[in-house]
Each structure stands twice: as C-alpha cells, then as structure tokens.
C-alpha cells in the first residue's frame, strides 16, 4: 500500500521501470525458503546486497540485478527519490558489464515445469479454483449518516508512511467443490443453511482484516467470537438468465483476547450459477465496526470506526488474479481454517 502510494504510484518511477527494467514481484516469504531453482536463484541475487537472510530472516526488498544475476542495485527505503537514484545507479553498472553479457539471448532462462518447483512453497492456481478479488477500505459516515470513502488530502511525504485511506488487495480461494456443495444444500433446503464451516472460518479469519495499512495479523480460532453465514435460495425472476440465486447473509464478531482488535459487523451478498456454462455471479461484502492495530498496520484510527471488505468474482485467467492469498502459506490451515 504505501510502495504503491509513494513509489509506484508516480510517473516517473513507472516510465523508468516500463521503459528499462523488465519488472519481477514475489514473495519473499517464498523464495527464501524454496530449495529450487527459483529459490536459489533468488538468495543468490539477495546474498549479494546487504540482506543475506541470517537465520532465515527476510531479504524483502527491491532489487536490480541482470539476467546472469549479478546484483546491480538494492533499496528498502520507500523514499521515491532515493529508489530512482538506485535505478539509474543500477542502469550505469549495467552499461559497465561486459557487452557479451548484455547481449540479447545472452543467458537463456529455462522454463521452469511446475513439478519442478519445492511443493512445498508452490501455491498454483488450479483448474478447481474460484478466485474472488478481495479489497478492504476504512469508511465514514457522510452527512446523511451514509458510508463514504475516508480520506484526507495529500500524502505523508515526510515519513513516507501511508495514511491506510486507499483500498487494499488480496485474493480468496474456493474451491468448485464447495460452491457446488453449498448450492445443492440450498436447493434441498429453502428455508436457508449454513455456509460450510471450513469456508465460513476461511473468510472470517483470513479476509475479514484491516490490511489497509500493511500485513496485518489474521484470527485465530478462539477469536473467532461469533460467526453466522447464511445461503438461502431465492425464486426465480422471470427472464432471469440464471438457474440457482442464492442470497448470502451473515454476521461476525471477531475479537482478541484483550480487546485491543476487533471486527464486528454483517454480510451481505449473493451468489447465481447458470447451469448451461456453469458460469457464476458472487459478490458479498462486509461492513461493521473496527479498531486496534498489527505489528505491521500501525496507525490505526482511534477507536471502533467504519470498516468495509468486499468481495468479487475474478478471471482467473488474467495473470493479476493469479496472486496467491497472504494467509495461505499454510495451505492446510487455510483451507482447513475450522479446524487448525
């Protein structure tokens, strides 16, 4: 969020990353634990700057380095000026290396077959996947007492910290499964039923965050206070294009231990499926009552304050949508999140 407020949100970093970089993003969670080719790579570029992981530590950062992975330049500071400078540092010690190794093919980068990657780090977006779009935005009560968009003008270019009034971006992952599990559940009762406990928990505890601000701290089961999400089929209007409409509704109290975070508030969505294409349209949102702050989301608003998530059904075929969720690095406690 703030990378992209201060940084890459400016015009004359995206001319230069468009125009002379080829620009790469990742996970460093991942590659500094993947005992692959992607991994080492990785640590073999990182142990050439400043950040070479003791312990296992991070080497987040931004990197410049060429195609042989020679490491050209390194910035962990999200001052735009400061990155440009090492960009056009980077540019100079690249027209310095040797004019074999600038040369065009020079080094072929081979492809690299999934079953090749450490299984362990690898989260492939599979064929049974349904990927909804996720973004969460704080709000404000506007004059008739309706939400708005909360924001203030200009930045804070003296710290460089994000003022958390942009709206945030991950993904959840369903599974076809569990839509059609839910569907047919709801067909056999109208009267409504339960979302599937392990999807419930899933979004609950991994998408109902304040992530506005940085990587926030996701909720465990026991702060799991209470949690009611609901699917119930609804008639058929006439000329509607779809088989099965499902009305999604719900509540949710989320809390710690010592009061000091918490979400409270409701959901509401639907979810059609067109049974010839077995095409969907899903959406729900979230709206309630948020406070506290994360290790990495400090500067919280004071207090309980209007906060929103919603969700989108994404095209899973555009490579932005490919992204995994932040939560799913234990890729069992994710799917499994009733139970671990």
């Known amino acids: 969020m703030a990378d992209r407020e201060f940084v890459f949100g400016r015009p004359d970093v995206q001319k230069i ?58 910035n962990n500071n999200r001052d735009p000026q ?27 980068v081979p492809t690299l077959n999934p079953g090749a990657l450490d299984e362990r780090y690898a989260r492939p977006l599979t064929q049974d996947t349904v990927v909804m779009k996720v973004h969460g935005r704080v709000l404000e009560r506007d004059r008739k007492g309706n939400y708005a968009a909360c924001g ?17 971006t991950d993904h959840l992952w369903l599974k076809e499964a569990e839509l059609e599990q839910l569907t047919a559940l709801a067909l056999k009762n109208p009267q409504g039923v339960a979302v599937p406990r392990a999807v ?11 992530n ?17 999400l609901r699917a119930t089929m609804q008639p058929k209007a006439a000329g509607a294009r779809h088989s099965t409409n499902l009305r999604i509704t719900g509540a949710f109290h989320l809390e710690t231990k010592d009061g000091k975070r918490g979400y409270t508030g ?20 979230a709206v309630g009552q948020h406070w506290g702050e994360g290790t990495y989301t400090r500067g ?19 490579a932005e949508n490919c992204v995994p969720p932040q939560a799913i690095r234990w890729e069992k406690g994710y799917y499994e999140a009733d139970r671990h």
Not at 212 to 228: A, F, M, Q, S
Not at 266 to 285: D, M, P, W, Y
Request: hydrophobic share 40%; proline share 4%.
């Open 17 to 74: 990353l468009r125009e002379q970089f080829v620009i790469v993003a990742a996970d460093d969670w991942y590659q500094r634990r993947q005992n692959d080719a992607l991994g080492k790579f990785f640590r073999s570029v990182a142990d050439q700057g400043p950040r070479k992981g003791a312990g296992g530590g991070t080497r987040q950062g931004r990197y410049a380095f060429s195609a042989s992975g020679t490491l050209l330049g390194f």
């Open 82 to 108: 400061r990155i440009l400078n090492m960009l056009r540092e980077s540019l100079r010690k690249y027209e310095a290396l040797p004019a074999g190794e600038r040369k065009a093919g020079a080094f072929k």
């Open 152 to 168: 203030e003008p200009g930045a804070n270019n003296k710290s460089f910290r994000h003022t958390g009034f942009g709206v945030s």
């Open 200 to 210: 419930a928990m899933r979004i609950a505890r991994f998408h109902l965050v304040d």
């Open 212 to 228: 506005t601000r940085g990587e926030p701290p996701h909720w465990n089961l026991e702060e799991v206070r209470k949690l009611i």
């Open 266 to 285: 409701e959901i509401s969505g639907f979810l059609r499926t067109i049974s010839k294409t077995r095409a969907r349209e899903f959406q729900f949102v």
């Open 300 to 318: 919280a608003r004071p207090g309980k304050t209007p906060f929103a998530v919603a969700f989108t059904l994404a095209d899973s075929q555009k």
